[in-house]
C-alpha cells in the first residue's frame, strides 16, 4: 500500500509511537513511483519525525544494532 496523506500517516505513527512507548519506529515503503511522489510531498515533515537516514538503518540492523531513532526504509 503506497501512503498518500501524510499528515494522517505521520498522526497515526506519533500515536502508535506515544501508545507503544517505544524510542522509534521503522517505516517501510514501496519503491514505487506514488511512494516517491510522497516522499518528495513530505520531505520536511519526514526528515523530522525520521532523523536516521534508511541506509544507515539497514546497515545498523545488519550489525545487530540499534539504529537509535526513527527511520524511513524504502524497498
Known sequence: MN???GQAMLRRLHLKQRDGIVDGVILLLPD???SRLFRREFAHELASVFPVRGTTALQLFAAGLD???S?????
Open 3 to 5: 501512503p498518500i496523506d
Open 71 to 75: 527511520a524511513v526504509i524504502v524497498l
Open 32 to 34: 514505487t513511483r506514488q
Open 67 to 69: 539504529p537509535g531513532g
